[in-house]
């Protein structure tokens, strides 16, 4: 193995930086050249790259976002673009590349081999966490952790005024992000995908909860934390059913791409550091169409089309804990 590049596609996410860092330092130890593409899958179809080395990625592990910026590519799911991405590739006498993506970037990846013999390998990149077969993803845990900042700090204002307040987060396929942050915040409610399958129910079932949490402990704070893109009209608009069902006013908070920045937690950076190095030796092994994974703090490879093939679920018992926690402010006085 001489040469590998490395690309950023889909959304950024906090801990792509210290990954390339670990996939540079890695390589340059066993002597393999790496190339960076820039802007995803663009650089590879305009042949935008950059040689990486070690004093190329020096300062970078503690930066949110990425050095080879990140971009969509619609184009790049034609058949002509896959094959002159690998034309490309060629002509820079690439071997191996490396994706760090979410699902959508795994499915270019899988777009390209059809049309490259090269290697291709996936690294789960993604503050969404919706990639199966990892534990967590790359950029999760501090998403987890920038919402709960929020969260906390709204709640500080929503104690004070005795408000409701309806705190949308990330993850319109997957409440990740949403459940985790609303059980570390003790959010008194949590609307996710996965949960909410009957919209109409569930507004009966917050005006119910919150009324119930009104009559034990009197005039109080209440958040809901809601995935984006659930409700029809957005959280403004379920603010606003709220306010006329209730009569108590309340009050959108949309995190929106906060949530996709700030320095990676020790978590992501040395998950990212992990991924990265791993991926380099599974390069140099030969393997392809795979993607990285750490289950049970054990690092391993498969099939990329795994991450896309199988819907990766929710935590059951965090799900139980919430549902027995929401349970509780019906039947006896609340303490958060
Ligand atoms: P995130 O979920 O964090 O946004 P992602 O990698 O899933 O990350 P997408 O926008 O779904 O983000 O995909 C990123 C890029 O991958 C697309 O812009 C496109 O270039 C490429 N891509 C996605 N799906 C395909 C496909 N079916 N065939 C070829 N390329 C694809």
Redesign the pocket.
């Known amino acids: 193995m001489r040469k590998i590049a490395v690309l950023t ?3 950024d ?1 906090p801990g792509m930086n210290a990954c390339i860092r670990a996939i540079v330092l890695t390589a340059e130890h066993f002597g393999v050249q790496i190339i960076g593409y820039k802007h ?2 663009n650089g590879l179809l305009d042949q935008e790259y950059l040689p990486l080395k070690a004093r190329n990625v020096a300062n970078i592990i503690q930066r949110g976002g990425t050095i080879l910026r990140s971009a ?3 184009s ?2 034609t058949e002509e673009s896959a094959k002159l991405a690998a034309k490309n590739l060629n002509a820079l006498g690439i071997e191996a590349l490396l994706i760090i ?5 795994f ?2 990846a899988c ?1 390209l081999a059809k049309h490259w013999q090269g290697q291709v390998i996936g690294l789960p990149g ?3 966490n919706d990639i199966y077969g990892t534990d967590a993803t790359i950029g999760y845990h501090t998403a987890i952790e920038t919402a709960l900042d929020s969260i906390d700090k709204v709640r500080d204002t929503a104690d004070a005024f005795e408000r409701i307040f309806l705190v949308e987060v990330m993850g319109r396929h997957a409440g990740f992000i949403g459940l985790s942050a609303a059980l570390a915040s003790a959010s008194d409610q949590v609307l996710v995908p996965e949960l909410c399958t009957d919209l109409n129910t569930e507004v009966d079932n917050i005006v119910s909860h919150l009324q119930a949490a009104m009559n034990k402990r009197g005039n109080c704070s209440y958040i809901i934390v809601t995935a984006e893109n659930l409700w029809p009209g957005g959280v403004t608009n379920l603010a606003q059913t709220l306010h006329e069902k209730t009569k108590l006013e309340c009050r959108p908070v949309i995190l929106g791409h906060v949530q996709r920045g700030g320095s990676p937690v020790s978590q992501d950076r040395l998950l990212a550091t992990k991924m990265g190095a791993y991926a380099v030796e599974q390069a140099i092994a030969g393997k392809t169409n795979i993607m990285v994974a750490e289950q049970n703090n054990q690092l391993l490879c498969l099939p990329i089309e795994t991450s896309w093939q199988q819907r990766k679920t929710l935590d059951p018992y965090l799900v139980k804990i919430q549902q027995e926690f929401f349970d509780i402010t019906k039947q006896a006085e609340h303490v958060v």
């Open positions: 596609s889909g959304g996410a995803g899958y969509r590519c619609s790049f799911k993506g979410g699902d959508g970037s499915r270019g777009h993604t503050i969404d």
